[in-house]
Each structure stands twice: as C-alpha cells, then as structure tokens.
C-alpha cells in the first residue's frame, strides 16, 4: 500500500505541477487582459466586456452538458481496463454532442440578442457583443472539452499549447496591439472570438496526433451512450446552477444596475476569485486520479490523497487570502486603477467566500467519482436558487454589498454541505495542530507587511511587490521552521524537480530536518 500510495502521490504531484503552471500561466494571462481593458476602457465600457465574457461562460457550460465531468470518469476508468473501444467511444461523443448544442444555443442567442440586451439588461450597446460571443460559443465548448480530454489521459502538458498559449496568450497579445493602434469595444470582443478560434485548431491538432494515436486506429469506438448521459446529464444541470452559483452576481447586477456598476463589481471579482486558482489548479489532476483508484478499490489511497492536496490548497491558499483582505485598496489602484477602487469591499467579502470554499478542498471531484451526483445536484439546485433569491432581494437594497454577501452565503454553505458529505465516505482526519501553525507562520510576516503598508501610497510599484514577495518567502521560511512538512511533501517535491527540472535538494533537505 505504502509503494503505490508513493506512485500515486507521485503522478498527483506531476500532473498537478503542470495544470499548477498553466493554471497560473491563465490566471496571470487573463488577469493582465482585465487590468489593460479595465484601464484602457472605462468603468461602462469595461462591464459591458465583463457581462459578455460571463454570458459565455454561461452557455459554454450549458452546451458542454456536463460530458466534461464524463470524460473525466470513464476515460480513466476504461483505461485502467484497457477497454480501447469504449474509451475512443466516450472521447467522439464528449466532442459531438457539446457541438450541435453549442450551434444551437449560438443560433438562439444571436437570433434573440436585440431582446437580451434591450429587455432583460437595458443596455443597447450589448446586442453587437453578444452577436460577436455567440460565434465564439463552438469554439469555446471545444477548447474546454479538448482541456478536460488531455487531463483525462494524464496528459496535461498539451493544456500549455492549446488553453494557455493558443488562446489566453493571443487574445492578450492581440489586445494589446489593438489598443496600441486604438480599437474599440467591439475590436477587443472580435479579438476574443479570434484568441478562441486559433485554440481550438492548436487543441484538435494536438488530440489528433498525441491522443487518437495512442488508441489503436483499427479499434472501431464502442459507444457506451446510456451510461456516459445518465453520469453527466444530472452534472450538466448542476454545472450549470454551479457557475450560475459564481456569476448570478454579474448577471443580476447588470439587470438591476447599470454596466458602469458591473465593471467596478468585476474587477473585485477578479481580484478574490483568483484565491481558487490552487483549488483548481490540484483538483483538475485530482479527479481522474481519484477515479482511477476507486476502479481500483483503493478508498483508503484516495482519503490519504485527499488530505495531502487539501493540506497543500490551504498552504498556498491562506497568505494570498490574508493580503486581499488586509491591502483591499492597495489591490485594487495598483492593479485596476482608483477609480475602481469603491469596489474594495467588495473584495473583503468575496475573499472570505472563495477562501473557505478552497480550503475544503476538492469535494466535488471526489463526490462524482463516489457517484454522489444526485447529492450534489440536490445541493447545487438549492443553493443556486438561494443565490438568485438574495441577489434579487440584496442587490436593489444594498448594490454590490449585497451581490458579494448573497455569493458567499451560498458557495460557502454550498461548499460546507459537501465537505461534511465526503468526510462521512472517506472518513479523512485534519492535523489541526499543523493547520495551527500555517496561520501563525502566515500571520507574524502579515503584521509587519502592514506597519509598511502604512506608507504605500507613497511607495512605487516596484517596491510594493518587492514588499509582498518578501511576505511570501518569510512564509515559506516559517512554515519549515514549525515543522509543517511529513515524508509525503518530499514525494512531492520529488515530483516538481522532475518534471520542472529545478534543482530543490536543498529545500528537501531542510524540510526532512524539521519533519512533523
């Protein structure tokens, strides 16, 4: 148990290292996009962009009918048994169907963008933007589905030249030689639609040449329909209500207020969501590797895997956490810019939302592979009705405020549910002593990152970074100093200097000298 728990821990930390740098490389792409729109656009023009993106968001994940979180499953699972025909099967059908559905929710909301913009939103000026975004709808399904495909076959370095530099990486760069040369609002969302485009054929020319070739091409695909519908329609809704969940905010503050309010709410948005980014980062990898030892029996391995990546989300997650919090202000003028910066409530809120949501760790990945979706289902479907109810009650009583408070009261109680559900199943245990002394080596730098702070407004950009990173490498210090590590970090690590090929025997050994 001991060696294959190693190997596991092994390929998290690979597969993990690897959606870690192309998730970061994603959020550092798409943050720097929405501060050069943000500051390049003003508040209106920059919530118009904002309220597109996140009706796209919207129907990517209606269209892709939850087969994403099918692909997920059954390609591992089909795998480990060496089941050629029904793998190639579940990989033609999470790309054909998520199509003709993108096609036809595209069509609907092209055909019907006049009424979108001028009934629902009552902001004229998002019928083009919606025209535009709807073409881009295919191309979006696809790219997504293509990512969760490559993670599937524990391939995720391809993320990197498809996701990440296909299409984050030229939309920035497109962007920015767009306003050099003064585009517009409509520019900026053609620029989307191109960045999308040149993904989406990276993604098939990767999957055609690293991924059908594995399979072998004289296997016909063996379609295993009922089974991979029946898994992933119950998911689709409550990937649907999930994402509703995170942007009703967006949604309803454009109903209820004006597209000037939906740039300033966006832009704190952006700043506390990225506290998920190490949630997703370890969950994306987490899940087919779950699912591929439950086919196996190896409850115990995924309870212990559990515990290790939650520990590791926490770790990363608290410092970032404590800085958006405690520096609100300071987040958002040197980043967006001051005249956004009535929006840093906002942020605090958020912050504690996503925060608490992260630390619970990956309970939704785990729950699917449990086949706990009709208990996620129930939940998601509970508490996104909950969302829509307190964003329509909150919003037009207390603005922004009330648009963040009615987020965090239903993904954090969202979150909490789930959590209590799968330490029931796994039955997995916390070192809270260790938790303990994460927060004391988090906060004894954080004080005195605030006594400087005291003083920044007065201080250049250079210096402000120079002060955080310092924060995060006393942290780092600290955490070794109170024996915050096991033998498990050392597979990890171990992993890292593989695969990154960065030399870190010295951290590994001065992590072995203060073992827990």
């Not at 148990?1 to 597969?15: F, P, S």
């Not at 498990?488 to 030399?503: M, P, S, T, W, Y």
């Amino acid at each position: 148990m001991g060696e294959y728990r190693d190997y596991a821990l092994k390929k998290i930390a690979k597969g993990a290292g690897i959606i870690f740098v192309s998730t970061i490389l994603i959020y550092v792409f798409v943050f720097v996009y929405r501060i050069i729109a943000a500051r390049y656009l003003d508040p209106s023009g920059y919530g118009l962009l904002s309220l597109s993106i996140t009706l796209l968001k919207l129907s990517t994940v209606m269209a892709m009918l939850g087969l994403q979180f099918g692909v997920g499953k059954f390609v591992g699972f089909y795998i480990a048994r060496k089941d050629t025909p029904r793998t190639k099967g579940i990989l033609v059908s999470s790309l054909f169907f998520p199509l003709i559905a993108s096609i036809v929710v595209a069509v609907i909301i092209y055909l019907y963008s006049g009424q979108i913009s001028g009934q629902i939103f009552n902001m004229p000026d998002l019928q083009p933007m919606l025209k535009i975004f709807s073409i881009a709808l295919p191309f979006s399904v696809l790219t997504q589905m293509l990512r969760f495909i490559f993670i599937s076959f524990k391939k995720p370095q391809f993320i990197l030249f498809s996701d990440v530099f296909g299409e984050k990486f030229v939309n920035l760069i497109l962007t920015i030689i767009l306003i050099i040369f003064g585009g517009t609002l409509l520019g900026i969302s053609y620029v989307y639609l191109a960045s999308l485009i040149i993904s989406f054929v990276a993604g098939f020319l990767i999957l055609e040449k690293n991924v059908f070739s594995i399979l072998s091409k004289k296997a016909k695909a063996k379609f295993d329909l009922p089974r991979l519908f029946k898994f992933s329609f119950p998911i689709a809704f409550t990937g649907i209500l999930s994402i509703l969940m995170g942007w009703t905010d967006t949604i309803f503050i454009g109903i209820f207020k004006t597209e000037t309010d939906v740039g300033i709410y966006n832009v704190a948005y952006v700043l506390a969501s990225s506290l998920m980014i190490f949630l997703h980062s370890f969950g994306d990898i987490f899940y087919p590797i779950s699912s591929e030892l439950h086919s196996k029996n190896k409850h115990r391995l995924i309870r212990e895997m559990f515990e290790v990546v939650s520990k590791w989300i926490f770790i990363t997650t608290l410092p970032f956490f404590l800085i958006a919090v405690v520096f609100p202000k300071h987040l958002i003028s040197a980043f967006f810019g001051y005249q956004y910066v009535v929006g840093f409530n906002v942020i605090v809120i958020l912050a504690i939302g996503y925060f608490l949501s992260s630390i619970m760790g990956p309970t939704t990945f785990v729950l699917h592979v449990y086949n706990k979706t009709k208990f996620v289902g129930f939940y998601t479907t509970m508490f996104a009705i909950v969302n829509i109810i307190l964003n329509i009650i909150l919003i037009p009583l207390y603005g922004l405020i009330g648009a963040a408070f009615a987020t965090v009261i239903s993904i954090t109680s969202f979150h909490l549910i789930k959590f209590r559900k799968l330490k029931k199943i796994l039955k997995f245990s916390f070192n809270y002593k260790t938790y303990t002394k994460f927060i004391i080596a988090a906060i004894i730098p954080l004080f005195f990152t605030y006594l400087v702070s005291l003083y920044f407004i007065k201080i250049p950009i250079i210096i402000k970074i120079f002060v955080f990173a310092s924060y995060l490498i006393i942290y780092g210090i600290l955490l070794i100093v109170f024996r915050c590590f096991s033998e498990h970090d050392i597979v990890v690590l171990n992993a890292v200097e593989r695969k990154v090929g960065v030399n870190l025997s010295l951290i590994k050994k001065i992590i072995k000298r203060y073992f827990y």
